[in-house]
């Protein structure tokens, strides 16, 4: 038996749900010798001779048929697809009506069919002046049928998994919540706070690393007084900013780095700086990172109720314009709290949960 993975893309496309996709396969296979192979939702995606951890093939378009011919249809015992969904990672307008399609086709006409659905998003909303106003109901008609359609599912936050129990009307179907896990690894032995060197990491994507240093800048200054930060490495794709320092601390621009350089690099750090929704934490890759390797999380958010066991003061730090102060006694709880939190949910846990869901 093995397991047949829809993604929007893989390596060596920059994509943190490919990643995310890769690391999981890799671990259920090291656990529970299950193999996999990829179906890529995108075209246009050329990684098939980069790419060398599994079989993958792409579609030829975007269409019920071309799905359907990557698709498994002649297994004796589970037709086994996992489905890693996020509307706007397989359409444009984050309406994938031709993935919803084929797989209703699919499920149809195959015997011992079984689809697994990890949603990543859901759906979008927006004001009436921005696109997502207009597309919201389609995306969520399309939500609906997936859930309809799948035999389990999960996703990696409570408010996710109301809006899901909320598009099938409360039905009695059980929701799986997994917080998602390090796409850079997961240090088995990691240094106290103490040992390590006074350095500020601000990692991820273009978008909300610009928020730390210009939206947050003020926030930034004050976490890097008052925690004795002397150097603030940036980790990601190049943001060409026009500053080189935050409140005389150097920057230190490292570019894009490979899964485990990051990791040495949060290994030795002292605190993790993310400006990210207090309320989605728990869907975050950064803060995902952060916890594994038992950083001091500090997070910029308006204020808002985590519903998914993190606690503001407890398992990480919470600032906004109301709150910049720290309580330096407690930086090492906090940082264990966080790790402790995250065990919870590693790559290894959550592999055996999939492998669980196929028995």
Known sequence: MKITTIVPRLPPAIDGLGDYASILAKRILQDYLLNSEFIV??????GEKLFADFPARKVQKRSPDSLLELLPCLSADKNIVLLHYVGYGYAKRGCPVWLVNGLEKW??????????????????YGPIWN????????????????????????????????????????????????PVFSNVGEPDHLNELSERKRQLVIFGGVAWRRRAYYQSRSLLEETCIQLEIEEILDIGAPLDLEINSVA???????????PEEISHFLSDALVGFLCYPNQFLAKSGVFAAYCAHR?????VSERG???????????????????????????????????????????KVQAHNLYQKLY
């Open 41 to 46: 939702g995108d075209p246009s995606w050329s």
């Open 107 to 124: 499920y149809r006409q195959t015997p011992n069919s079984h689809l697994i659905t990890i949603f990543h998003e859901v759906y979008a």
């Open 131 to 178: 696109s997502q106003f207009w597309t919201s109901p389609l995306q969520r008609s399309l939500a609906t049928r997936l859930i309809n359609l799948s035999d389990q599912y999960t996703t990696s936050n409570r408010i996710f998994a109301q809006r899901i129990s909320k598009l099938i009307g409360g039905k009695d179907k059980q929701i799986s919540i997994n």
């Open 248 to 258: 005389g601390v150097a920057i230190n621009f490292l570019g894009k780095r490979s």
């Open 295 to 299: 950083l001091l999380p500090v997070c």
């Open 305 to 347: 109720e985590n519903e998914d066991g993190l606690e503001a003061g407890k398992n990480y730090y919470l600032l906004d314009t109301a709150q910049t102060t720290f309580n330096i006694s407690l930086q090492q709880v906090i940082a264990d709290n966080a790790h402790n939190w995250y065990q919870q949910h590693s790559v």
